[in-house]
T-cell receptor
Framework: DAMVIQNPRYQVTQFGKPVTLSCSQT?????MYWYQQKSSQAPKLLFH???????NEADTPDNFQSRRPNTSFCFLDIRSPGLGDAAMYLC???????????????FGPGTRLTVL | GEDVEQSLFLSVREGDSSVINCTYT??????LYWYKQEPGAGLQLLTY?????DMKQDQRLTVLLNKKDKHLSLRIADTQTGDSAIYFC???????????FGIGTKLQVIP
């Protein structure tokens, strides 16, 4: 009964070789988030989708893109990974609440990205 | 501004109580959360508290909120080795993107 699923759990890519990370959810939540978490640091929000509306954080590098083809799936594309992009990438979902923001965020298990 | 602070490390003996503390700066926070992260895993929601509450208890977990001091704590009773993990405090200001995490407190449980 997994609710937020991320594939793959571990991804190895080469410097500069595009990579795509996948997230899917069975919760039917309308908001989906991508976070980057480096070792011993707090998760850092990269961007989120509110339904089809994409919202980028101001300091997210252009190297990071996202797609949400439908409610259930969201992808993180790293166009030209650098060594500094090695991290855990966490997907989360939440339900928007009318007039008062969103409900609790539920996280997937994460994808550990290694850049060689 | 928004800033969530936690101590980095806590060590307790199995069977003792653990208390993990967190301070936040934004008094308009509406929800405050505790997440648990085991090695190599994602974040697991442990519990949360609304800003109009002082305390919430859920089995071995007790959350205390002091809004005046902007202080949040998580008490784990009868701590077990399986509780060893990193615990993140987080606040939600009510906007759908504004969840700010602390750096996490690593809890080590000594058998």
């Amino acid at each position: 009964d997994a609710m937020v699923i991320q594939n793959p759990r571990y991804q190895v890519t080469q410097f500069g070789k595009p990579v795509t990370l996948s997230c899917s959810q069975t919760l039917n939540h309308n908001v989906m988030y991508w976070y980057q978490q480096k070792s011993s640091q707090a998760p850092k929000l990269l961007f989120h989708y509110y339904d089809k509306d994409f919202n980028n954080e101001a300091d997210t590098p252009d190297n990071f893109q996202s797609r949400r083809p439908n409610t259930s799936f969201c992808f993180l594309d790293i166009r030209s990974p650098g060594l500094g992009d090695a991290a855990m990438y966490l997907c989360a979902t939440s339900r928007a609440l009318s007039g008062r923001g969103t409900d609790t965020q539920y996280f997937g298990p994460g994808t550990r990205l290694t850049v060689l | 501004g928004e800033d969530v602070e936690q101590s980095l490390f806590l060590s307790v003996r199995e069977g003792d109580s653990s208390v993990i503390n967190c301070t936040y700066t934004d008094s308009s926070s509406t929800y405050l959360y505790w997440y648990k992260q085991e090695p190599g895993a994602g974040l697991q929601l442990l519990t949360y508290i609304f800003s109009n509450m002082d305390m919430k208890q859920d089995q071995r977990l007790t959350v205390l909120l002091n809004k005046k001091d902007k202080h949040l704590s998580l008490r784990i009773a009868d701590t077990q080795t399986g509780d060893s993990a990193i615990y993140f405090c987080a606040e939600n200001l009510g906007g759908y993107q504004k969840v700010t995490f602390g750096i996490g407190t690593k809890l080590q449980v000594i058998p």
